[in-house]
């Protein structure tokens, strides 16, 4: 599986911006796909994950009631639509497939590269 993540960009505090993940391959909709993300100088963070028909999706506290998860199974995409944007969400952030809902960034075996979300206050 091949990932490509794209919309990323500069947003004021209370922005919004929606990221996009296009995949390869016609196994698409058997992957769960989550998105992480990682500051300068942090770990890499899990930020949302859901399931290969979407109907589980799993959120970080941090973003729960902020950011939505969605996908395409037809035009394999994953979304992540991220709204009353802080500070503190300024990250590269990464799609992955492959690995458990619930998140845990080793368990995801594709990596696709990532996009840069700047948040200015």
């Known amino acids: 599986v091949q990932l490509q993540a794209s919309g990323g960009g500069l947003v004021q505090a209370g922005g919004s911006l929606k990221l996009s993940c296009a995949a390869s391959g016609r196994a698409f909709r058997s992957y769960n796909m989550g998105w992480f993300r990682q500051a300068p100088g942090k770990e890499r963070e899990v930020v949302s994950a859901i399931s290969g028909g979407g109907g589980i999706t799993y959120y970080a506290d941090s973003v729960k009631g902020r950011f939505t998860i969605s996908r395409d199974n037809a035009e394999n995409k994953v979304y992540l639509q991220m709204n009353s944007l802080k500070p503190e969400d300024t990250a590269v952030y990464y799609c992955?497939?492959?690995?458990?809902?619930?998140?845990?960034?080793?368990?995801?075996?594709?990596w696709g590269q990532g996009t840069q979300v700047t948040v200015s206050s």
């Open positions: 992955a497939a492959g690995g458990a809902v619930t998140g845990e960034s080793g368990s995801y075996a594709y």
